[in-house]
């Protein structure tokens, strides 16, 4: 297929926006309508120049993963023609990469779950051998395979890094019931895709989920398991010990750090062979997924 210009921003005019590193969420009232851009943020940076299609790509991810895991969560339609929006509205920008959704109240807490260790997971672990307060056996190298998935909770930062925590400072935030089912429902969800991504050749080392509450339950929100969320690692080509090759941004973030950007200004503008490769990155993980590609 054709490749597309970036689009990097929604303006809906009279309805109020907030916008995130990656989506444009407008409030419809008693609706959400969430927008995925094609901007790509890295080091909590967003780079000046977006990815082609990406936003279509983790929005038609977030879409394949919500039917198949069949779980309650705030999709309720991708159709933006059915949306009462000013008449002058192109919606052609808005296919694709827009779901409409039910207005929850978000859990404040980054829902994390690893099933192999890298990142700050790995950071952690190499100073006290534990994550989060989970305690992991010794002499794991990067990127092993862990015995079993384990939560790793995060707060939610506006800016900066989340901050990892533990089980118990979670449940004091939010309260030990709700904490425990949160456990539950997000270790389920990553042990069951993580099941159908391996039968399809990919990896889900780890994730990090969005819950909150809609008339008294629990529901997924926002994104789920799209490479923005997640570590998708080739399973053909998986040897612990070192970083491995990735469907997500890592290639983009390991380009950043061959540069002389100092992460504290503004990143620089991304070649375009980055962003073709980036683009490529997340289709193959689109395809892998879902055995299907992207609509033109």
């Not at 779980?71 to 192109?90: A, E, F, G, T, Y």
Request: proline content about 8%; hydrophobic content about 40%; glycine content about 6%.
């Amino acid at each position: 297929m054709t490749t597309s210009t970036p689009w990097l921003q929604t303006e809906i005019p009279g309805v109020p926006v907030r916008r995130g590193k990656v989506r444009d969420v407008f409030d419809l009232g008693d609706q959400l309508l969430l927008v995925a851009s094609d901007r790509i943020s890295a080091f909590d940076w967003v780079m000046p120049n977006g990815i082609p299609d990406k936003g279509r790509i983790l929005t038609q991810l977030s879409a394949f993963w919500f039917d198949l895991l069949q779980v309650p969560h705030h999709l309720l339609s991708q159709d933006v023609d059915q949306l009462k929006l000013p008449v002058n509205i192109d919606r052609a920008p808005l296919r694709g990469r827009s779901m409409i959704c039910r207005k929850a109240q978000i859990v404040p807490i980054e829902c994390v779950v690893r099933g192999y260790l890298e990142g700050s997971g790995w950071k952690e672990y190499r100073q006290n051998q534990a994550v989060c307060g989970v305690a992991l056996p010794p002499g794991l190298k990067q990127c092993d395979k862990l015995p079993e998935p384990i939560f790793t909770p995060a707060t939610k930062e506006e800016s900066g890094h989340d901050i990892n925590i533990s089980f118990a400072e979670m449940a004091n935030l939010i309260g030990q019931e709700t904490a425990a089912e949160l456990k539950r429902l997000t270790l389920d969800v990553y042990t069951r895709a993580a099941a159908h991504a391996l039968a399809h050749g990919v990896i889900i080392a780890d994730t990090k989920l969005e819950w909150g509450w809609y008339e008294g339950k629990l529901i997924l929100c926002d994104e789920v398991l799209t490479p923005d969320s997640s570590r998708f690692w080739p399973a053909d080509r998986y040897q612990p010990g070192g970083p491995q090759p990735s469907f997500d941004k890592q290639f983009l973030r390991e380009w950043l750090e061959t540069t002389t950007w100092d992460k504290n200004s503004p990143p620089p503008h991304l070649p375009e062979e980055v962003v073709q490769q980036s683009r490529a990155k997340y289709l193959e993980a689109l395809q892998k997924l879902t055995s299907n590609s992207l609509p033109e």
